[in-house]
């Protein structure tokens, strides 16, 4: 089953309208697919700035992940198929069939173990794919999706050069070697070519600077690669690039989880700069799960305050779009325009 | 005292099968400056015995999740201000809590004054408490309990607004006069009967009726008794200008809507439980939209509606059948629309509907009781001066409307808006309290509905001049001396205060009703901050208004009490004189409609007039 995930930078970045016209597309091609996603979407007002929202319209036999209020509120004819275990502020989340079409809001699992769960439940179903909706700029739960479609736009930023750049870091990040290793690791480790273990570290919370002292204490000549598997902040990796120079010998492999965590770690270009010197100083960046950017979205749009309300209020998309375009190895869209969703839809289920 | 790793909360004293009941709480004021609404949680918390740790506010959200980590926490509890951007602050700190794997433990929780259900979801939170939330709702989420429904707001109660009172006279020289105008009033009408009293007995025996020839008879005598325009409408579907059927997509939008409307988390607008109940007027001529409007005002904590109908209504006799709209003010009085009004709205939510208005009294209150409404709304004399119909007319109708109240057990609401044509209070309350005998004779229970707003012969006469408290509150002294009735205030409350400013107007009415409250009156009647201004449908945000203005203005009172000048006393003595003295005046008169036209209860240089609808419609019943 092909997971796809539709993940935003910020809040009104296209996520929904993205996810609205990937939905329409396959059920044009009567595709039979599942749908959920990790926050709530598909209201008809925005729940913080007040702005009407695109409405998701699902057709009969696709799959839903959503909570229990919200299929108070569904227009369509639906069927439950499974109530899981998983639970939101809006309830259990439940799997159901579209029986007749009909509008939808989405509030599915909100942790990636959760997800997880949930997906295994719509594997079980035979579906073909599931796109997971994003909510604002929430990564975290994404780590477990194979494919993202990163939606950005004037909400985050009306400055298109800051969007491009931050593109070409969020795309940089997901580059990385693919290293198998445990899947459900405890610790911080360090093997030697061999694979045989040289030095381990206690898992914490976060993997900080502090931590990068402790790691390069048990760093011996022969250590050729590092797992981390828990959140690393931008500071650790900074720390580590600094010490990385004067690190010999060179052609050690950091091991993160999954690119999300090289996300999370702190603002993208500051990331990308911290994880290249590492690059430059001889270390490969390597995930455990490595993900795939499908795809990137950009959307002119974004809420103006004036007077204590939210108006609509729009950049030059055609200059966004190209910019963007130029900054990244994906293709990029503005789903708005005329044959983006088909391209989009056949670009990413070909 | 400090519990475990300088926890906050009860500790060492606890058993090991309490210590492990407990829940261990991080509280984070994940804001630069504000923590107030945290310390109240993480207090209260402890209080409860629950092990929390308040951390200071502005702290890097790296430092919060390894604290989080170090703790092993239930839950981890977050408030911040919501503005544009911090929604996304608020989504990364739960993304490093899930990467961190702190949320495999631990449960993370939003509290902030714009947090919805909705809110929390969006941005991943396992649960989110807003600024209807109470401290007992958190408490027992944390501690795993279902709250009671009534403590979490959801138990709405139908209160009984005249159960309570034994309709005893303290006042003897009025019982006596009342006894006997009222006496007469009965003596008169006996052997006498209208159209509308004959409609309704008919309509009576149609709703009864299972015989279709039976049926088609009464049902040509009762198109005998109406006017041209009701049975084009009733027989041949040719309806007046403007109205038309409700449609089956209106019906199947209004299913939708109440479908997925549930007032899951109605508010109390009452901060306890003496303060009035609060009713507001549905009337917007469909009866889709006033549902909507309905359901709506149930989620801010109304009480009950009073249906309005139609003027054009008023002036016809018979009543069109099925459930109809029409582009006009009021709402058309028919058992279909009745019916759909009461099974929409909730069952703890009282339903008024007026019934002194014109030609068809008897027949309204039938089809209330038939519907499941509460109660209905006769005045005998208002319904002369004020609404327009002929006083023997109204006294025969009023008098078969009572006998109907008394039959379905609803109360009836006395409203005494004659005032507002000019008539002087003490006239206006003699009006009133000749009905609240009235109904006692016949078995039904009365609601005294003084005005309490400004009026035209108030502004004349001066007795407002230093403020709104004293002749308002000297309205209800002067009833209480007299007899031990419900008071239902209204109509509505604040009315000619009000202005085209919202907050003015929400102001002027939460100001009434924190009087009301504090005289201890048992319904008010309130109006939307654009009823006078709307030129059109009223609409929802200003019934809002008023509710919310309201509320806050319960809250505000709680159990104190406005205190009035020395004035009340004095209006209260003179009030109370003159209607002693109105009333030997109207029993000096043979009849109750004598009295109308001699002007003894509204005059017409008070500005009322006796009504002409239905004159010379009454006559004897046939042996």
Redesign the interface.
């Known amino acids: 089953m092909h997971i796809i995930g539709i993940v935003g930078t910020?809040?009104n970045t296209g996520k929904t309208t993205t996810l609205a016209a990937l939905i329409d597309e396959a059920g044009r091609r009567r595709a039979r697919i599942g749908v959920t996603g990790?926050?709530?979407?598909g209201?008809e007002i925005d729940?913080?700035?007040g702005l009407p929202k695109p409405r998701l319209m699902l057709q009969a036999g696709t799959i839903v992940a959503t909570?229990e209020?919200c299929l108070?509120?569904t227009?369509a004819g639906y069927a439950v198929i499974k109530e899981t275990d998983a639970?939101?502020?809006?309830g259990r989340v439940v799997i159901v069939e579209i029986l007749t079409p009909g509008l939808m809001v989405l509030?599915g699992p909100?942790?990636?173990?959760l997800l997880s769960v949930v997906l295994d439940d719509m594997e079980a179903l035979g579906l073909g794919a599931v796109f997971v909706d994003g909510?604002?700029?929430?990564?975290?739960?994404m780590?477990v999706v194979e494919t993202m479609v990163f939606t950005t736009g004037a909400s985050h930023s009306t400055e298109i050069s800051f969007l491009s750049e931050e593109a070409h870091a969020i795309r940089g990040m997901f580059i990385g070697a693919e290293c198998a290793g445990d899947p459900f690791p405890q610790r911080i480790t360090v093997t030697d070519t061999s694979g045989v273990e040289t030095g381990t570290l206690a898992l914490?919370?976060?993997f900080?600077a502090e931590d990068t002292s402790r790691l390069l204490a048990v760093l011996t000549d022969t250590a050729a690669r590092i797992d981390i598997p828990?959140?690393v902040?931008l500071e650790a990796l900074e720390c580590l690039a600094l010490h990385a120079a004067s690190l010999k010998p060179k052609g050690r492999t950091l091991v993160l989880a999954d690119p999300?965590?090289a996300l999370?770690a702190g603002e993208p270009r500051a990331t990308l700069r911290a994880m290249r010197a590492l690059s430059a100083h001889g270390f490969t960046i390597g995930y455990r799960h490595s993900i795939t950017v499908g795809a990137m979205t950009v959307n002119p749009f974004y809420?103006s305050?004036r007077d204590h309300v939210?108006v609509p209020a729009y950049i030059d998309g055609d200059t966004l779009l190209r910019t963007v375009s130029g900054a990244v190895d994906v293709p990029v869209f503005n789903i708005k325009d005329n044959g983006a969703a088909v391209a989009l839809y056949e670009h990413l289920m070909p | 005292m400090n519990g475990p790793a300088g926890l906050h909360g009860r500790g060492p004293e606890l058993t090991d099968k309490e210590l492990s009941a407990m829940a261990k709480i991080l509280c984070v004021p994940l804001d630069p400056v504000h923590d107030v609404g945290i310390k109240i949680i993480n207090a209260e918390l402890a209080k409860h015995g629950h092990q929390t740790l308040l951390l200071q506010p502005d702290l890097p959200m790296e430092t919060i999740v390894k604290r989080a980590a170090e703790g092993e926490y239930d839950f981890i509890m977050v408030s911040r201000t919501l503005g544009y951007g911090v929604a996304e602050l608020l989504a990364r700190f739960t993304d490093l809590l899930d990467a961190a794997g702190i949320r495999e433990r631990s449960k993370v929780v939003i509290g902030g004054k714009p947090v919805t259900p909705e809110l929390a979801a969006e941005l991943g939170y396992d649960k989110g408490f807003g600024a209807q939330s109470t401290i007992d709702e958190v408490i027992a989420y944390v501690e795993g309990r279902e709250l009671p429904k009534e403590a979490a707001g959801y138990t709405r109660t139908r209160r009984d607004i005249a159960g309570k009172y034994s309709y005893k006279f303290f006042d003897k020289e009025i019982e006596s006069l009342l006894d006997s105008i009222c006496d007469k009033l009965l003596a008169w009408a006996d052997g006498k009967t209208s159209p509308g009293v004959e409609r309704m007995k008919l309509r009576d025996a149609m709703l009864r009726e299972t015989n279709p020839a039976t049926f088609a008879d009464l049902r040509a005598r009762y198109n005998a008794l109406c006017d041209r325009t009701i049975t084009d409408a009733n027989e041949h579907k040719i309806l007046p200008k403007g109205v038309r059927v409700v449609s089956a997509g209106e019906r199947e939008a209004l299913a939708t809507f109440l479908g997925t409307s549930t007032p899951y988390q109605p508010v109390r607008i009452q901060h306890n439980d003496a303060q009035p109940v609060v009713f507001k007027f549905l009337g917007s001529g469909c009866p889709v939209m006033d549902i909507t409007h309905g359901k709506i005002c149930e989620r801010w904590g109304i009480n009950g509606f009073l249906i309005i109908n139609p003027s054009w209504e008023a002036r016809y006799e018979g009543l069109i059948e099925g459930c109809l709209t029409h582009e006009n003010d009021g709402t058309i009085t028919s058992l279909e629309n009745i019916r759909l009004m009461r099974e929409s709205l909730d069952e703890s939510t009282l339903l008024t509907v007026r019934a002194h208005r014109g030609l068809n009294t008897p027949e309204t209150v039938l089809l209330a009781g038939e519907a499941g409404a509460n109660l209905s709304k006769i005045d005998l004399v208002y319904g002369s001066l004020g609404a327009g119909t002929d006083p023997e007319r109204i006294s025969v109708d009023g008098i078969e409307a009572m006998r109907l109240c008394a039959r379905y057990g609803m109360a009836f609401d006395i409203p005494g808006n004659d005032e507002l044509s000019g008539v002087p209070s003490w006239k206006t309350l003699a009006g009133l309290l000749i009905n609240v005998m009235l109904g006692k004779k016949l078995g039904a229970k009365a609601i005294l509905k003084p005005l309490f707003c400004y009026g035209p012969h108030i502004v004349l006469n001066g007795q407002m001049k230093q403020n709104f408290v004293d002749y308002n509150t000297a309205k209800i002294y002067a009833l209480r001396h007299i007899v031990d009735c419900p008071i239902w205030p209204g109509e509505p409350i604040a009315f000619m205060t009000q202005s085209e400013e919202r907050i003015q107007s929400a102001n002027t009415t939460s100001y009434h009703a924190a009087l009301a409250a504090t005289l201890g009156v048992d319904a008010i009647t309130i109006a939307s901050t654009d009823e006078a201004y709307s030129r059109g449908p009223i609409c929802i945000t200003s019934r809002i208004d008023t509710i919310r203005a309201v509320t806050d203005a319960f809250r505000f009172m709680g159990d104190a009490q406005i205190a009035p000048s020395a004035m009340a006393g004095v209006y209260t003595d003179e009030i109370l004189t003159k209607i002693r003295e109105v009333l030997r005046e109207v029993e000096a008169k043979p009849t109750l409609h004598d009295a109308i036209y001699a002007g003894l209860l509204g005059s017409e240089e008070d500005g009322a007039y006796p009504g002409k609808f239905g004159s010379g419609t009454v006559t004897h019943l046939k042996e």
């Open positions: 910020a809040k990790i926050g709530y979407d209201e729940t913080i700035t909570s209020q108070l509120a227009s639970r939101t502020a809006l509030a909100n942790t990636k173990r909510s604002l700029n929430r990564i975290a739960a780590s914490r919370s976060l900080d828990n959140m902040t999300t965590i999370l809420p305050q939210f």
